[in-house]
Structures are given as structure tokens and as C-alpha cells.
């Protein structure tokens, strides 16, 4: 509460993998309906650069997913597929 974006997304980075995130830049928002029901709304941002080394502070195992084929929705595997053609041209 209280905060905008921005700084909730800097505040989480810094706090969840320990970077200091510089250039935001957002993509798009999507509303979804979690499997539970929930409804929930997903910013997609894309982080252009940031300082530190990506470390995990949390109590679970932090982990790229390079293989987007393990993302279990499909929605969400063609929105990344999307951005990542456009970033390609960038």
C-alpha cells in the first residue's frame, strides 16, 4: 500500500534477489483467474538493466526458466514469446 509500480518492483527485487533494478520499462497487464479462483492481475515489466548479482534472499530455491515450453499456461507462454521477438529487434 502506498506505493506505486515502480518502486513495489524495486522494492521486491532488492528484497527477493538482491539487485537494484535501473531501467523499468512496462509491457502490458493482464487479468487472470488463478485455478483456486483467485483473480489476479499481472503487470509484465521489462527490466533493462540493474546492479548486483541475482541471488535468492527468499526462503524458496530461486531459478531461471530458459525453456518456455515449462510455462503451464499458455496464455502466459505467448505473451513471453511475444516479448521476446520484439526484444530481439531492440
Same mark, same amino acid.
Given at each position: 500500500?502506498? %506505493?506505486?509500480?515502480?518502486?513495489?518492483?524495486?522494492? %521486491?527485487?532488492?528484497?527477493?534477489? !538482491?539487485?537494484?533494478?535501473?531501467?523499468?520499462?512496462?509491457?502490458?497487464?493482464?487479468?487472470?483467474?488463478? $485455478?483456486?479462483?483467485?483473480?489476479?492481475?499481472?503487470?509484465?515489466?521489462?527490466?533493462? +538493466? *540493474?546492479? !548486483?548479482?541475482?541471488?535468492?534472499?527468499?526462503?524458496?530455491?530461486?531459478? *531461471?526458466? $530458459? +525453456?518456455?515450453?515449462?510455462?503451464? +499456461?499458455?496464455?502466459?507462454?505467448?505473451?513471453?514469446?511475444?516479448?521476446?521477438?520484439?526484444?530481439?529487434?531492440?
Amino acid at each position: 500500500m502506498g %506505493e506505486s509500480l515502480n518502486q513495489a518492483l524495486e522494492r %521486491e527485487m532488492q528484497e527477493e534477489l !538482491g539487485i537494484r533494478v535501473q531501467r523499468i520499462t512496462p509491457i502490458r497487464v493482464r487479468y487472470y483467474t488463478a $485455478s483456486n479462483g483467485e483473480r489476479q492481475r499481472i503487470h509484465y515489466l521489462r527490466i533493462r +538493466d *540493474w546492479k !548486483g548479482k541475482i541471488r535468492s534472499n527468499e526462503a524458496e530455491t530461486v531459478y *531461471w526458466e $530458459s +525453456d518456455i515450453s515449462h510455462l503451464s +499456461d499458455t496464455i502466459e507462454r505467448k505473451i513471453v514469446l511475444k516479448q521476446l521477438s520484439q526484444v530481439s529487434r531492440v
